[in-house]
């Protein structure tokens, strides 16, 4: 082997899995990780007899690389990135391409970005999804960054990444600087949220139907032959059907305490700052801090006990309703992901293709699922949709569904089995859906205490109004009126 086409840095699961990925497409791949036994470890084992070069120092795994040079960091987020990339300004060339394949927030993307450029550098932060199985196989790939590397790194990218039916890869660009961080970041708040609904419906049908893991896996077999089809629910089915060697459901047997890694934290605290209603994601985020609090929940379950009523009906009805308020629950999710995007796109200036990212989320990433295809299909009829729901599609299926899922939801409320991903969701599509909202109120209860003002509905837009509320309150307002 002369010159690799692609090194490595970070040889975790991930990593090692990505260079096995890009060895076995055709691509000689240089390899470093800061404890040279790894290395050594993964030339011996699983990259033995490949197109794989093991490099001792950074110097060597630069020298090794063909020009332009491609350095692709699958590296722990945060400080060991910059540390790196200080490392590599060093010994890289103007023209040469660092690629951050890690969770990076997208702040920290766009930064790092300027700095590579200001040294005549290409930067591509490229999200990364699909796990170790994917990473291996094929995973969805985000890249974003420089527009210059794309070119450079597309025949590498495009060929390890997973693809859909008709061979399209799981892998485009997505846009300059930060976007391609960002949209893995939504992605995985997407991923919060379709996790935390399947576990709701998980708790329904046990802990309101009393059914057994056997049954449910069974169930979520069957709703993986309907709309629903996707990884997770695969995944659930699985899970539930999985037994230990004494014979028992192991699922029941592990501690309901979440862990997150900041992602979809992360997915939350950028919709606030964009203003967008990331509800029902941000309910998912906040049921795992709840979930942490195990001790603190045995302690007041104890003060509030509570039976929860069996439910008394045709439970194969029941069922039903739920895999169809599951359903269109998961449509609000991807709506309110959709939406943040697009505020982002217009915050930062990314010309986002929002039918192609739906089609990088087909195949490959944890999300993956066939209803993913009726979002790009949503976008190949209008790409400047506004918002999931006004798609003449989705607009028919909400319809449909809207009934059963407003019966789960009281459901929910009336038994006292906690639902809130379900139902956040519903009361953002009702939010959503209402032509007058009681903001009106709201803002003169700012105008009273802060003289804020307000706008009028007798009035252009744009127009602030002030009411002297208490009759000595004078006629000084604020300078400016923020909706």
């Known amino acids: 082997m002369n010159k690799a086409d692609i090194g490595l840095i970070g040889l975790a699961v991930m990593g090692e899995n990505l260079a096995l990925n890009m060895a076995s497409h055709g691509f000689a791949v240089a390899v470093y990780n800061r404890t040279g036994e790894k290395v050594d470890a993964f030339l011996s084992g699983r990259g033995a007899g490949k197109r794989i070069l093991g490099c001792r120092s950074l110097e060597e795994l630069c020298s090794s690389l063909d020009k332009p040079r ?15 990339i200080e490392k590599l300004l060093g010994l890289l060339e103007p023209g040469d391409i660092l690629i951050d394949g890690g969770n990076s927030h997208f702040p920290d993307t766009i930064r790092r970005a300027a700095l590579a450029e200001s040294r005549g550098l290409l930067y591509v932060g490229c999200g990364v999804s699909g796990g170790e199985e994917g990473a291996l196989r094929g995973p969805s790939l985000m890249p974003g960054g420089s527009p210059g590397a794309w070119e450079k790194v597309k025949p590498i990218l495009q060929s390890i990444c997973a693809k859909v039916e008709d061979g399209s890869p799981c892998c485009d660009w997505v846009g300059e600087n930060g976007a391609g961080h960002f949209v893995k970041m939504v992605h995985n708040g997407i ?17 309101g139907l009393g059914m057994s893991s056997g049954e449910m896996s069974r169930v979520f077999a069957a709703w993986n032959e309907t709309e629903l089809n996707s990884y997770l629910i695969g995944i659930t089915r699985d ?14 047997h592990i501690l309901d305490r979440a862990g997150q890694k900041g992602t979809g934290k992360w997915t939350a605290i950028a919709a606030l700052e964009e203003g967008v209603p990331l509800t029902m994601i941000g309910e998912a985020v906040f049921a795992r801090c709840l979930s942490a609090q195990k001790e603190e929940r ?43 995007m697009r505020s982002a796109a217009a915050t930062y200036g990314w010309d986002l293709n929002y039918g192609g990212i739906a089609l990088m989320w087909r195949g490959g990433c944890i999300i993956r699922s066939v209803f993913l295809g009726r979002i790009k299909e949503a976008f190949d009829r209008d790409p400047h949709l506004e918002n999931l729901l006004l798609d003449d599609y989705f607009r028919a299926e909400i319809r449909k569904l809207l009934p059963a899922w407003r019966e789960v939801a009281a459901w929910t409320l009336r038994s006292g089995i906690p639902a809130p991903a379900f139902t956040s969701a519903l009361a953002w599509f009702d939010g959503y859906t209402t032509k007058s909202l009681p903001a009106n109120l709201l803002q003169a209860q700012r105008d009273y205490f802060g003289a804020h003002t307000y706008e009028r509905i007798d009035a252009p837009r744009g127009q602030a109004f002030h009411t002297d509320w208490t009759g000595h309150g004078g006629s000084t307002s604020a300078e400016t009126y923020n909706a």
């Open 298 to 340: 045995v302690r007041a379950s104890a003060l509030f006990p509570r039976e929860i009523p069996q439910w008394e009906g045709d439970r194969a009805v029941l069922i039903e309703k739920i895999r169809q308020a599951l359903y269109a629950s998961k449509i609000v999710s991807y709506a309110q992901g959709y939406m943040l």
């Open 191 to 207: 991923e919060y949220g379709d996790m935390q609904l399947i576990c709701e419906a998980y708790q329904l049908l046990r802990d």
């Open 239 to 252: 899970i539930l059907g999985f037994r230990d060697e004494n014979g028992e459901a192991t699922v029941e």
């Open 70 to 84: 491609k350095v692709f960091l699958m590296v722990k987020a945060g400080q060991p990135v910059d540390d790196y």
